[in-house]
Nanobody
Framework: QVQLVESGGGLVQAGGSLRLSCSASGRTFSTYNMAWFRQAPGKEREFVAAISWSSTMYADSVKGRFAISRDMSESTVYLQMNSLKPEDTAAYYC??????????????????????WGQGTQVTVSS
């Protein structure tokens, strides 16, 4: 079992920045990949960014503006969001892609591949 707790959401003006955090517990952090997804009102949940032991991946809509990172010593993943736009407004969820055994090496972007989820944190960007 893995527990995920997010923090850092809030209200920000367009062009501003926010940093989301997701603290993980319950399984060796280095054995699985982490990702951020988001869901805007009336829309389906979409992939934002993911990180493995050695690489990252981003949705085209956030590339160059958002940065995902992880602190192995703190078992925490971060999402630094810069140059925020009103269309970034959504509930943001961190997720863990935890293998049944061993290590997860490849990054996956399909939400169905992620078996543990945080409770979500709201990000609102005003114009």
């Amino acid at each position: 079992q893995v527990q995920l707790v997010e923090s850092g959401g809030g209200l920000v003006q367009a062009g501003g920045s926010l940093r989301l955090s997701c603290s993980a517990s319950g399984r060796t952090f280095s054995t699985y990949n982490m990702a951020w997804f988001r869901q805007a009102p009336g829309k389906e949940r979409e992939f934002v960014a993911a990180i493995s032991w050695s690489s990252t991946m981003y949705a085209d809509s956030v590339k160059g503006r958002f940065a995902i990172s992880r602190d192995m010593s703190e078992s925490t993943v971060y999402l630094q969001m810069n140059s925020l736009k009103p269309e970034d407004t959504a509930a943001y969820y961190c997720a863990a892609d935890v293998p049944s055994r061993g290590y997860r090496l490849e990054i996956r972007t399909n939400e169905d591949e992620y078996n543990y989820w945080g409770q979500g944190t709201q990000v609102t960007v005003s114009s």
